[in-house]
C-alpha cells in the first residue's frame, strides 16, 4: 500500500487490474485502517478514472455473496447518495410504488454515510428484516414484490471499510460504486448521481453491460430527479434534459422535500408518504421517480408509467407492500 500511496500521492493513476488488486487486499485485512483512510480520501481531492472505477466495481462483485434472481425481471432503485441535499428517502419509497405496481424490485441499500438517514436506516426502524438468507428474500421478492438487499451482509469485503467510512462522515468512492453492485445482478436499473461527471462514466461503464438502465442527475446537483430544477437522463438509447414542467408536474422548492433532521424524523416522512399522508410536493417527487422506473423496465410512455405509480400509492398498494414485508420479516 506504501507503493501505491506514493504514487497516487504524485498525482499517478491506477489501472483497472491495479485498482481491483487493491480493494481485494482491502477485503482481506491487508492494510491498516490509517492506510485505507488515506487511500479513500486520495479520491476526495482527485477524479476517479474509469479505470479506476471499473477495476472497484469488478473487485466487488466478484467478492459479493450473489443472490440468484435470474427468474424475475428485476430492476434497482438506487442513488448514489453524497449529494448534500438532504432530501428524504426518496428512491426507497418510489422501489416501494414500482413494487406496487406488479414489478420486482430488488433494493440494494445501506446505511447513511454522509447523509442522515440511508436507506436500510429507515428500513431498520419500519421493522424490516435484514438478511442474506436466500429462502427470505426469494419469499420476499414473491409475496411483495420487492427484497431488500442490506449492502453489509452481501459484501464481506465491505467489513474494513465500514467503520472508516463512518468516522470519515463524508463522501467516498464507496458511494459511487453502491448502485453499480447490487449482489443479484438485476436485469434494469434505474440510478441517480451526484455529478454529471459520474453520469458519464456510469453510462460508459454500463454500455459495455447488458443492463437495461436509466441514470438520472439533477443540474443543480441532485441524484434523483427532485423537481426543483432540470434533470439529465441517460439511457440505453437517448440522453436528455428535461425541466418538472415536461414531467407534467409543478415545480417545487428543496424545503418542501427535506428529509429531517433526524433517522427518526426520516422514518416519519417516509410513514407519512408511503400511507397516503404526504403533501403533494412529496407524493409529486416519490412518483416522478418510480415512473421513470417502471418506463426503463416496460418501455412504454411516461404519461402511462406516471399513472400506474400515482395509482399504486393513491390505493395503498405500496403500504400494502411495506406492511406485508414488515409482517414476513417477523
Request: with cysteine; aromatic share 8%; charged share 20%.
Amino acid at each position: 500500500m506504501k507503493t501505491i500511496l506514493n504514487r497516487l500521492i504524485n498525482h499517478e493513476i491506477l489501472s483497472k487490474a491495479e485498482a481491483k488488486e487493491v480493494l481485494v487486499n482491502i477485503s482481506a485485512g491487508n492494510y491498516n485502517q490509517s492506510q485505507i483512510a488515506s487511500f479513500l480520501t486520495v479520491y476526495m481531492m482527485r477524479s476517479i478514472t474509469i479505470e479506476e472505477l471499473s477495476g472497484f466495481r469488478e473487485a466487488l462483485l466478484e467478492l459479493c455473496i450473489p443472490v440468484d434472481f435470474s427468474a424475475y425481471n428485476t430492476i434497482d432503485l438506487c442513488g448514489t447518495g453524497g449529494d448534500g441535499k438532504d432530501t428524504f428517502n426518496i428512491s426507497t419509497l418510489a422501489s416501494f410504488i414500482v413494487a406496487g405496481t406488479g414489478i420486482k424490485v430488488a433494493k440494494h441499500g445501506n446505511y447513511g454515510v454522509s447523509s442522515i438517514s440511508g436507506s436500510s436506516n429507515v428500513m431498520e426502524k419500519m421493522g424490516v428484516k435484514f438478511t442474506n438468507d436466500i429462502d427470505f428474500l426469494t419469499q420476499s421478492i414473491e409475496e411483495t414484490n420487492i427484497a431488500i438487499l442490506h449492502a453489509p451482509l452481501f459484501h464481506p469485503a465491505m467489513k474494513n471499510v465500514g467503520p472508516i467510512r463512518k468516522e470519515l462522515g463524508v463522501k467516498t468512492f464507496f458511494n459511487m460504486l453502491g448502485p453499480m453492485v447490487n449482489p443479484s445482478f438485476p436485469k434494469n436499473q434505474m440510478v441517480g448521481v451526484f455529478s454529471l461527471e459520474l453520469a458519464r462514466m456510469y453510462a460508459y461503464l454500463y454500455q459495455n453491460t447488458t443492463t437495461n438502465y436509466s441514470i438520472l442527475h439533477g443540474l443543480s446537483g441532485f441524484d434523483e430527479i427532485s423537481l426543483t430544477d432540470e434533470v439529465k437522463i441517460i439511457t440505453n438509447t437517448s440522453e436528455n434534459i428535461l425541466k418538472p414542467k415536461e414531467f407534467h408536474l409543478p415545480q417545487i422548492q428543496l424545503e418542501k422535500i427535506k428529509g429531517g433532521n433526524t433517522i427518526e424524523e426520516a422514518a416519519k416522512i417516509f410513514y407519512d408518504v408511503i400511507s397516503g399522508n404526504g403533501s403533494e410536493e412529496q407524493n409529486n417527487v416519490v412518483c416522478v421517480n418510480a415512473a421513470i422506473a417502471i418506463q426503463t423496465i416496460e418501455k412504454q410512455g411516461f404519461e402511462n408509467a406516471l399513472a400506474k405509480a400515482q395509482e399504486s400509492l393513491a390505493s395503498g398498494k405500496a403500504f400494502e407492500k411495506l406492511n406485508h414485508l414488515i409482517k414476513i420479516s417477523r
